[in-house]
């Protein structure tokens, strides 16, 4: 069966300090794989999205980039985190047409 | 400029009072109307496609429904279980992606 693993569930950090946070999917192959965040009080917002390894789709310039440097691997990172980079993290894939987006568990992210 | 916005914001209702959440759009050529449950601190669960007006989706308690304009998702004598914030999302024409609403986050009391 498919699964979707996000880590870490929580995360504290500094302002000016590097992110990593990464999505991994098992049980499928060359899926597509997005970014989101999602601010208190407000829809998720589509970070970055990619149909294959080495493509990435910006949607919003921004403090973040995004790789994948494997099949059914995502990474979210930036190089020195603000204060407005606090949010909630979720990695999807999508797994067919018709089944919309799979998510992750989420990443709460806290910059101070 | 399409929109999604959904209402109430948030819902309170008491252990078996059914009632509807509406999620509006305007979106030329929709691709698409997808339904999520979110709990808190948690990714949101799928819970429905909708691809064309009066298309009707049911589990258990919930049935969304489709019109041109919006969709419903109706719960029936709701359990407190069913507490969570439900999400809204549509597909638009050659986008990858699904364009979500703020949702609405609902409180069903014992």
């Known amino acids: 069966s498919q699964t979707i693993h996000q880590w870490p569930a929580t995360l504290v950090q500094p302002v000016g300090s590097p992110l990593s946070l990464e999505c991994t999917v098992e049980?499928?192959?060359?899926?597509?794989l997005y970014w989101y965040r999602q601010a208190a009080g407000r829809g998720l917002q589509l970070l970055f999205y990619?149909?294959?390894?080495?493509?990435i789709s910006s949607e919003v310039p921004q403090n973040l980039s995004a790789s994948r440097p494997q099949d059914r691997q995502f990474i979210l990172s930036s190089k020195k985190l603000l204060l407005s980079d606090s949010g909630f993290y979720l990695c999807?894939?999508?797994?067919?047409?018709?089944?919309?987006?799979?998510f992750g568990s989420g990443t709460r992210l806290t910059v101070v | 400029e399409d929109q999604v916005t959904q209402s109430p914001e948030a819902l309170r209702l008491q252990e078996g009072e059914s009632s509807s959440l509406n999620c509006s759009y305007t979106?030329?050529?929709?691709?698409?109307l997808f339904w999520y449950r979110q709990d808190p601190g948690k990714g949101p669960e799928f819970l429905f496609t909708?691809?064309?007006a009066g298309e009707e989706k049911e589990k258990e308690r919930l049935k969304a429904t489709l019109t041109k304009k919006e969709s419903f998702l109706h719960i029936t004598a709701p359990k407190p279980e069913d507490s969570a914030t439900y999400l809204c999302?549509?597909?638009?024409?050659?986008?990858?992606?699904?364009?979500f609403g703020t949702g609405t986050r609902l409180t069903v009391i014992p």
């Open positions: 049980g499928t192959s060359n899926p597509n």
């Open positions: 999302a549509v597909r638009r024409p050659g986008a990858n992606n699904l364009f």
């Open positions: 999807a894939w999508r797994e067919r047409e018709s089944y919309g987006y799979t």
């Open positions: 990619s149909v294959g390894i080495g493509q």
């Open positions: 979106v030329s050529g929709l691709r698409g």
């Open positions: 909708l691809y064309s």
